[in-house]
């Protein structure tokens, strides 16, 4: 990869040994391949196989997979096979993962590993044979018997593996054997130990035209009341070459159903709608198609409030024109058999790239005026609201470098594609607009002569691309080499004005701090930074001179341990003012967790512990089994005087109490959830009645109120905020009071695109907590926004207008 992290695939050679009764390697594949006059199986490599991940510090990652085999009479011959034939030979049918193993540096042999994701099956699945074939046939047929059942994240305490998270997915069958198909019903998550369940997340399908391969899903619930539902349009009948007869005719993809409809609740009644509309068709040549299909050329996208596709409801409307075609102009709208192959044998290499978005918008919804106010308009009388070109670049490398001829292998493996250039018109009319132009260059002069892709230069221009306002220059200076691969990194950084003067410049070290910004990197760590304080610099070496680099510049330098981690950063303040030094020291099992951290000048330690990583202060810590501890979670913080702040938290490692302001000798027995000062609890949709979901902070003393419930709906906006009147009581943690129910609410509304729409008022109540509808009768401030997100119009709660 560009920062040199490197991907290992593939294993064992290719082998002419094999034992038939040996379970098959987790590297290697089995085929049965006819050599000479008889099948003999060989160990192939697994190309695609990822089977390492190493950092340029040497943490690793391992991926571990369980192969599965099949088999073939050993005497079959193409073209005449021998039935009967008990000489069998095995093959190599699936693969399967079975563990992710992550471990900080370990050397090259098999890792430590300390978490891991692990993958769990059943050896049930009734769809593996959705064709007629026989091992005999000697078909090498690939499928899997297994269904995936369980998937569980976990981390190792050094005597035993502790799950953390647990995924358990839900199938049923659509069809019938061997026609069926399995679907994904849904998500069970569970949380510490993999005992309580927390969430479960939901899908529906449907099948078209009664098609076993035409299952689409229909709707995606995720549990805490939110619910997308998709609706599909039937793809259209359009000249294509039958498989059958090899000719030209009229035909039907019933493969391809493209989303027409996407409905978002949000578990509170309010729903928003969005349609896709796909004016110029796709390329394809056959009623099955293969790689012909280059997807949809326009795509119309409109917005809507409620369940509506009524043009009254609409609040925006953008068109999208992607690169499909060579010399595509958008006019073409059926092509001749002749282009059409041509088409699909050279597609534009810029294929599935956005080249024009128009963002349109009624005039009652985008201005105040509730006219378009001189833009220009659609055939619907929808005002343009702005309008994005973007260009796209495609080159291939040659015996003289990157070249922009194109012929047939270019346009179909292209090599790179780049964006040039990208320019938005916002509110044009026929004598103003607010253009911005961003125009990008990929020079090899700021790659230290070569071409590795990185983006070296950014304008930004205004006034129709006539005045630039900024460039932003970027430097690298990769190393690469058989061994090492950093390519990536950013050297020096500086910002140019309008009149093309340098207003600032940062230039970052990496590896050694003695280097300059163009030393070629060995690994990818900043060690040191450099700021101009007055003025860009030509000299590459800044340091030469003491006293203007002293006066001039900013350095803040950082040093790491073996494992990536920044260990010190010292900051010099300039003009010979002292400097700061912050260090940082980890957990000496995983090389995670900052454990502590010391300032100076002075010596000002902070010291932070984590559940399950190392051991706090005062007495009987928690250890990992107790029900307050989750692992990674922060248990303690200890500021610089000594005085700390400790936390609990559930099995969804979600934070529950919070003790503040404590002695750091304090006994861990002595900690209550009666004396903690945070008590956060929890409320979800569909539990125990709730319609919403709801989280409840409530700081001692509690019995007077000092709460906040904020109430969410089931997209995770914010609805409704609850806290108490002055008077509120409540008998709570040992005081007796006389219940007083007296809460202020303050409710929010949303938009199709998010934005806040309206605010309410804070409301008196005694209404029951649970369920609170907004009152909006008592007065909100209401903001209209435009396509763009900007508002327009804000009516406060007296009717005032804005």
């Known amino acids: 990869m560009p920062d040199g992290t490197k991907y290992t695939?593939?294993?064992?050679?290719?082998?002419?040994?094999?034992?038939?009764?040996?379970?098959?390697?987790?590297?290697?594949?089995?085929?049965?391949?006819?050599?000479?006059?008889?099948?003999?199986?060989?160990?192939?490599?697994?190309?695609?196989?990822?089977?390492?991940?190493?950092?340029?510090?040497?943490?690793?990652?391992?991926?571990k997979y369980k192969g599965e085999r099949g088999w073939v009479a050993g005497s079959c011959v193409t073209g005449d096979p021998q039935w009967g034939d008990p000489n069998t030979r095995w093959y190599h049918s699936a693969t399967r993962p079975q563990e992710i193993l992550w471990s900080q540096k370990t050397g090259t042999g098999a890792i430590s590993a300390k978490m891991r994701i692990a993958f769990d099956y059943a050896?049930?699945?009734?769809?593996?044979?959705?064709?007629?074939?026989?091992?005999?046939?000697?078909?090498?047929?690939?499928?899997?018997?297994?269904?995936?059942?369980?998937?569980?994240?976990?981390?190792?305490?050094?005597?035993?593996?502790?799950?953390?998270?647990?995924?358990?997915?839900?199938?049923?069958?659509?069809?019938?054997?061997?026609?069926?198909?399995?679907?994904l019903d849904s998500i069970n998550q569970y949380g510490k130990g993999g005992a309580t369940l927390l969430n479960t997340h939901s899908?529906?399908?449907?099948?078209?035209?009664?098609?076993?391969?035409?299952?689409?899903?229909?709707?995606?619930?995720?549990?805490?009341?939110?619910?997308?539902?998709?609706?599909?349009?039937?793809?259209?009948?359009?000249?294509?070459?039958?498989?059958?007869?090899?000719?030209?005719?009229?035909?039907?993809?019933?493969?391809?159903?493209?989303?027409?409809?996407?409905?978002?609740?949000?578990?509170?009644?309010?729903?928003?709608?969005?349609?896709?509309?796909?004016?110029?068709?796709?390329?394809?040549?056959q009623a099955r198609d293969g790689m012909e299909y280059l997807g949809f050329r326009i795509v119309t996208v409109q917005r809507f409030t409620g369940n509506s596709w009524l043009f009254a409801d609409e609040v925006s409307s953008e068109r999208h024109w992607f690169y499909q075609i060579p010399n595509d102009d958008q006019t073409i709208v059926n092509h001749t058999l002749n282009t059409l192959s041509a088409a699909i044998a050279t597609p534009d290499p810029k294929l599935g790239k956005t080249r024009q978005v128009w963002l349109y918008q009624k005039p009652e919804v985008a201005t105040a005026s509730g006219t378009c106010d001189g833009r220009s308009t659609d055939t619907s009388g929808r005002c343009l609201m702005s309008e994005t070109t973007n260009t796209w670049v495609a080159k291939t490398p040659g015996s003289s470098g990157w070249s922009n001829a194109v012929d047939a292998t270019y346009a179909s493996y292209p090599r790179w594609v780049y964006q040039e250039k990208s320019v938005t018109t916002q509110d044009k009319t026929s004598t103003t607009a607010i253009s911005r132009e961003l125009r990008y260059y990929y020079e090899m002069s700021r790659q230290n002569g070569g071409q590795f892709g990185n983006l070296t230069k950014v304008e930004e221009y205004a006034d129709g691309g006539t005045t630039r306002l900024r460039a932003t220059t970027t430097e690298y200076f990769p190393q690469n080499t058989t061994s090492l691969y950093i390519?990536?990194?950013?050297?020096?950084?500086?910002?140019?004005?309008?009149?093309?003067?340098?207003?600032?410049?940062?230039?970052?070290?990496?590896?050694?701090?003695?280097?300059?910004?163009?030393?070629q990197p060995t690994n990818r760590l900043a060690v040191k930074v450099q700021t101009a304080l007055a003025a860009c610099s030509s000299v590459a070496d800044i340091e030469s001179n003491a006293t203007t680099y002293a006066t001039e510049w900013r350095e803040t330098r950082f040093t790491y341990d073996s494992y990536g981690n920044r260990t010190s950063e010292v900051m010099s303040a300039g003009g010979g003012s002292a400097a700061r030094t912050?260090?940082?020291?980890?957990?000496?099992?995983?090389?995670?967790?900052?454990?502590?951290?010391?300032?100076?000048?002075?010596?000002?330690?902070?010291?932070?512990?984590?559940?399950?990583?190392?051991?706090?202060?005062?007495?009987?810590?928690?250890?990992?089994?107790?029900?307050?501890?989750?692992?990674?979670?922060?248990?303690?913080?200890?500021?610089?005087?000594?005085?700390?702040?400790?936390?609990?938290?559930?099995g969804f490692g979600q934070l529950i109490y919070r003790w503040d302001a404590i002695e750091s000798a304090t006994d861990w027995n002595n900690l209550t959830a009666t004396n903690a000062t945070l008590?956060?609890?929890?409320?979800?949709?569909?539990?125990?009645?709730?319609?919403?979901?709801?989280?409840?902070?409530?700081?001692?003393?509690?019995?007077?109120?000092?709460?906040?419930?904020?109430?969410?709906?089931?997209?995770?906006?914010?609805?409704?905020?609850?806290?108490?009147?002055?008077?509120?009581?409540?008998?709570?943690?040992?005081?007796?009071?006389?219940?007083?129910?007296?809460?202020?609410?303050?409710?929010?509304?949303?938009?199709?695109?998010?934005?806040?729409?309206?605010?309410g008022v804070p409301v008196a109540t005694t209404a029951t907590a649970k369920n609170r509808a907004a009152n909006w009768t008592a007065g909100y401030s209401a903001t209209t926004y435009d396509a763009l997100g900007r508002p327009f119009r804000v009516v406060s709660p007296n009717g005032g207008e804005t």
């Not at 990822?50 to 991926?63: A, F, I, S, T």
């Not at 369980?150 to 019938?176: F, M």
């Not at 093309?500 to 230039?507: I, L, M």
């Not at 928690?622 to 990674?632: H, N």
């Open 9 to 63: 695939f593939g294993a064992a050679p290719r082998q002419q040994v094999w034992n038939w009764n040996e379970d098959l390697p987790l590297e290697t594949m089995l085929s049965a391949d006819y050599i000479g006059s008889q099948w003999v199986t060989h160990r192939k490599v697994v190309k695609w196989l990822l089977r390492e991940v190493v950092d340029p510090q040497g943490n690793r990652m391992e991926y």
């Open 123 to 183: 050896n049930n699945r009734a769809d593996y044979q959705v064709d007629s074939w026989e091992n005999l046939e000697c078909t090498q047929a690939k499928y899997t018997q297994y269904r995936l059942t369980t998937i569980r994240v976990e981390v190792w305490d050094g005597a035993d593996w502790h799950i953390l998270r647990k995924y358990i997915l839900n199938n049923s069958y659509y069809g019938t054997a061997p026609d069926q198909h399995m679907k």
């Open 203 to 285: 899908f529906t399908y449907s099948a078209f035209n009664g098609e076993f391969n035409s299952l689409r899903l229909t709707q995606a619930n995720n549990g805490w009341g939110g619910v997308v539902t998709y609706g599909y349009r039937n793809q259209e009948t359009r000249t294509c070459k039958e498989q059958s007869n090899g000719s030209w005719s009229n035909c039907e993809n019933k493969m391809r159903y493209p989303v027409e409809t996407l409905i978002v609740n949000d578990g509170q009644s309010d729903q928003h709608t969005i349609k896709y509309t796909y004016d110029l068709r796709s390329l394809e040549r």
């Open 487 to 519: 390519v990536n990194l950013p050297a020096r950084v500086q910002v140019y004005g309008t009149g093309g003067d340098c207003h600032s410049e940062t230039r970052t070290v990496y590896s050694t701090v003695g280097n300059q910004y163009n030393t």
């Open 582 to 650: 912050i260090n940082t020291t980890y957990d000496s099992t995983y090389k995670l967790f900052p454990i502590q951290i010391s300032h100076s000048p002075g010596s000002m330690v902070e010291t932070m512990a984590y559940y399950g990583v190392n051991n706090p202060t005062g007495a009987h810590p928690k250890p990992l089994s107790d029900a307050w501890a989750y692992w990674g979670a922060a248990s303690e913080f200890c500021a610089v005087n000594g005085i700390c702040s400790r936390a609990a938290y559930n």
């Open 679 to 759: 008590l956060r609890g929890y409320q979800y949709y569909g539990v125990s009645g709730y319609t919403t979901n709801v989280i409840t902070d409530w700081v001692a003393p509690r019995c007077y109120g000092n709460f906040t419930r904020k109430v969410y709906n089931g997209m995770g906006q914010l609805i409704q905020v609850q806290s108490p009147q002055q008077d509120w009581a409540y008998t709570y943690d040992g005081c007796t009071v006389t219940t007083v129910n007296k809460e202020v609410d303050v409710s929010y509304q949303y938009d199709a695109f998010g934005n806040q729409k309206r605010a």
